[in-house]
């Protein structure tokens, strides 16, 4: 299978090099260059999440050197459960938080950095991220100990929660953790100008930002699976509801639902950051910047992954016609963590949140929520609101007591530089090309 860049049909690549590159070289974002077609019938009902999900990803992979170590890297980075629950007699929760780092993000980094890791031969492979919360620390927490690869993760210095910052600094070794003055926009930033500036190139800069395709075709595996299993236990399609901030999990909600699974609608939540709902109301999509809000991980003014959402439909009309936002300001979010918690006992993080508060907007039926984090990631926003004190996994009591270690900078390219080569020099020393 070839993938084309969101702004080129003609530029096509393998697997791997889009894997590798993260970016196409025109700006744009990879792609399939056609959506497989699963034949639902071959698919044998008891595999095991892992075996699922080499079949899901096969056509994906056909002709990779990948290919055959499918399995492996399959049974390697899943090997967490995922369950679904019930909410009440309508609703579901598929839980997506049970990977080391307690979001569905470990889903993305874990099958990256296996497939990264398999792909980097001679040269080590940098992964330069920018966080705003989960995704630097599912990424550091994947790559770490990786030999074929080192992380640098860039996250806005007291923009994160007490324990995501822990989640972030608590590994050394391959990962350096960087806190940035500024915010989530200036690290992002210097992740972009790194990857043009010529004395970047001897670390072999990758990403993993959700605008990687390693990251998106793992997340399309539950969508797949559990609409396979929910349309065999009940007898009818479920619609998805997706907590939405970049826009790749619900992407991948679309492909799993274009790839023939029995997906009957998908509805994305979001906080008070609404450039989708904007542009289904004008058709002209505006950029906007970040508003700061609860469920702060889908704190996004403009989504990375909204070409590859747009690309999978004709026009605006079409668009309007598969695409609902529902948004959920952050009173809306505390009254549903509240509510829930009073109904039902369960304790739904602020992103979660958003996807009920849609939910109760929507009259069809039966819904999964997609449950994006383990409620303990943000204790300091929810256990005021249920007068309770959240019980910590015991995979985050292991990651809050290792010691932990971030180098401070400004917001500035040449400092970040400076500051990973002495890193990275000390541990392994980085191969400087000639000239
Ligand atoms: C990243 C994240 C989201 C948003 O997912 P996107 O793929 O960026 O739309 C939602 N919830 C949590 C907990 C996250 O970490």
Same mark, same amino acid.
């Given at each position: 299978?070839?993938?084309?860049?969101?702004?080129?049909?003609?530029?096509?690549?393998?697997?791997?090099?889009?894997?590798?590159?993260?970016?196409?070289?025109? =700006?744009?974002?990879?792609?399939?260059?056609?959506?497989?077609?699963?034949?639902?019938?071959?698919?044998?009902?008891?595999?095991?999440?892992?075996?699922?999900?080499?079949?899901?990803?096969?056509?994906?992979?056909?002709?990779?050197?990948?290919?055959?170590?499918?399995?492996?890297?399959?049974?390697?980075?899943?090997?967490?459960?995922?369950?679904?629950?019930?909410?009440?007699?309508?609703?579901?929760?598929?839980?997506?938080?049970?990977?080391?780092?307690?979001?569905?993000?470990?889903?993305?980094?874990?099958?990256?950095?296996?497939?990264?890791?398999?792909?980097?031969?001679?040269?080590?492979?940098?992964?330069?991220?920018?966080?705003?919360?989960?995704?630097?620390?599912?990424?550091?927490?994947?790559?770490?100990?990786?030999?074929?690869?080192? !992380?640098?993760?860039?996250?806005?210095?007291?923009? !994160?929660?007490?324990?995501?910052?822990?989640?972030?600094?608590?590994?050394?070794?391959?990962?350096?953790?960087?806190?940035?003055?500024?915010?989530?926009?200036?690290?992002?930033?210097?992740?972009?100008?790194?990857?043009?500036?010529?004395?970047?190139?001897?670390?072999?800069?990758?990403?993993?930002?959700?605008?990687?395709?390693? +990251?998106?075709?793992?997340? $399309? !595996?539950?969508?797949?699976?559990?609409?396979?299993?929910?349309?065999?236990?009940?007898?009818?399609?479920?619609?998805?509801? $997706?907590?939405?901030?970049?826009?790749?999990?619900?992407?991948?909600?679309?492909?799993?639902?274009?790839? =023939?699974?029995?997906? +009957?609608?998908?509805?994305?939540?979001?906080?008070?950051?609404?450039?989708?709902?904007?542009?289904?109301?004008?058709?002209?999509?505006?950029?906007?910047?970040?508003?700061?809000?609860?469920?702060?991980?889908? @704190? $996004?003014?403009?989504?990375?992954?909204?070409? +590859?959402?747009?690309?999978?439909?004709?026009?605006?009309?079409?668009?309007?016609?598969? $695409?609902?936002?529902?948004?959920?300001?952050?009173?809306?979010?505390?009254?549903?963590?509240?509510?829930?918690?009073?109904?039902?006992?369960?304790?739904?993080?602020?992103?979660?949140?958003?996807?009920?508060?849609?939910?109760?907007?929507?009259?069809?039926?039966?819904?999964?929520?997609?449950?994006?984090?383990?409620?303990?990631?943000?204790?300091?926003?929810?256990?005021?609101?249920?007068?309770?004190?959240?019980?910590?996994?015991?995979?985050?009591?292991?990651?809050?007591? +290792?010691?932990?270690?971030?180098?401070?900078?400004?917001?500035?390219? @040449?400092?970040?530089?400076?500051?990973?080569?002495?890193?990275?020099?000390?541990?392994?020393?980085?191969?400087? =090309?000639?000239?």
């Amino acid at each position: 299978m070839q993938f084309i860049s969101t702004r080129n049909p003609q530029h096509k690549v393998s697997i791997n090099d889009a894997i590798q590159a993260g970016l196409a070289p025109d =700006g744009g974002l990879y792609i399939p260059e056609k959506l497989p077609k699963i034949s639902l019938a071959d698919i044998a009902p008891n595999l095991s999440y892992p075996n699922f999900a080499e079949i899901i990803l096969t056509p994906f992979f056909a002709q990779s050197p990948l290919a055959n170590s499918l399995n492996t890297l399959c049974n390697q980075a899943f090997n967490f459960p995922v369950p679904l629950k019930v909410l009440n007699e309508t609703t579901w929760v598929m839980e997506l938080f049970h990977g080391p780092t307690l979001s569905f993000k470990d889903f993305g980094a874990r099958f990256l950095a296996e497939c990264i890791n398999a792909l980097s031969t001679q040269e080590k492979t940098t992964i330069l991220v920018a966080t705003s919360g989960d995704t630097g620390s599912a990424v550091a927490a994947a790559f770490y100990h990786k030999p074929q690869a080192r !992380v640098i993760v860039l996250f806005p210095k007291g923009e !994160v929660s007490a324990r995501q910052e822990q989640q972030i600094t608590c590994w050394q070794d391959n990962v350096l953790a960087i806190a940035v003055k500024g915010h989530f926009d200036d690290c992002q930033h210097l992740v972009k100008s790194a990857f043009k500036a010529p004395n970047w190139q001897d670390l072999h800069l990758s990403t993993a930002n959700s605008i990687n395709l390693g +990251r998106l075709l793992p997340q $399309v !595996v539950y969508y797949a699976y559990w609409s396979l299993h929910f349309q065999y236990q009940h007898g009818i399609p479920a619609g998805f509801i $997706v907590p939405s901030g970049n826009l790749g999990n619900v992407t991948a909600a679309y492909w799993a639902q274009a790839m =023939g699974f029995p997906i +009957r609608e998908i509805v994305m939540a979001t906080n008070a950051n609404r450039p989708v709902q904007d542009y289904l109301a004008t058709g002209k999509y505006q950029p906007r910047a970040s508003i700061n809000t609860l469920a702060n991980a889908m @704190d $996004v003014g403009n989504p990375s992954n909204f070409e +590859r959402l747009l690309h999978l439909f004709a026009d605006f009309p079409a668009f309007k016609q598969e $695409v609902t936002a529902i948004a959920a300001n952050d009173n809306d979010i505390a009254q549903t963590i509240e509510q829930v918690y009073k109904q039902t006992g369960i304790i739904l993080c602020p992103h979660t949140a958003t996807a009920y508060f849609a939910r109760q907007q929507l009259s069809d039926y039966p819904w999964i929520l997609a449950a994006t984090a383990d409620p303990s990631k943000f204790e300091a926003v929810i256990e005021p609101l249920i007068h309770q004190t959240i019980p910590v996994p015991l995979t985050l009591t292991h990651l809050l007591q +290792r010691p932990n270690h971030s180098v401070e900078i400004a917001a500035d390219l @040449d400092s970040l530089h400076r500051v990973a080569v002495e890193y990275f020099e000390k541990r392994s020393p980085i191969s400087v =090309g000639e000239g």
